[in-house]
């Protein structure tokens, strides 16, 4: 199965966008699956529902940060590299959907109100927009990891 099935997957299965970016990179990235779900459980929706960065660019970018990031005792050429694939990322995101913040994506629909929430259902925005945002996350990072050197 593609990654980008596995994260859509995990997405209909319940778990938000930002785990399920990062879910679908666990068994690449030898990391746990339980802590990733756990560590990205806060950016979805934007980040607590707050409607900022898109939860999956989000779970994207922590993927990055795992595969090209400075650890400890690491040269500092490393985050400059991280920063040009985040941007990377966001740029080609921004290209297939318009922008890279939740509420834009959304139609400015408030998902911390009741009548957001209940709008967000109605319109079906987890299907019509949310789901083409996990996949494309995916996708995106795939396509940067088939070509980098560094992997």
């Not at 802590?35 to 999956?56: D, I, P, Q």
């Not at 297939?96 to 939740?102: D, K, N, S, T, V």
């Amino acid at each position: 199965m593609k990654r980008s099935d596995v994260a859509v997957e995990r997405f209909l299965d319940g778990y938000n966008c930002a785990q399920a970016v990062l879910y679908s990179f666990c068994d690449y990235l030898n990391f746990d699956k339980d802590t990733a779900l756990k560590l990205s459980c806060g950016f979805g929706a934007g980040m607590g529902r707050k409607e900022e960065v898109c939860g999956a660019v989000s779970g994207g970018i922590m993927v990055i940060g795992m595969l090209y990031g400075r650890g400890e005792n690491q040269d500092r050429s490393l985050t400059e590299n991280t920063y040009l694939i985040t941007r990377e990322l966001m740029d080609k995101f921004t290209e297939r959907q318009g922008a890279f913040i939740c509420r834009r994506l959304l139609g400015d629909c408030e998902l911390t109100t009741l009548e957001g929430q209940k709008e967000f259902k109605d319109k079906d925005l987890l299907n019509t927009v949310c789901k083409a945002c996990v996949r494309n996350v995916v996708e995106i990072i795939d396509d940067i990891v088939d070509r980098s050197t560094l992997r």
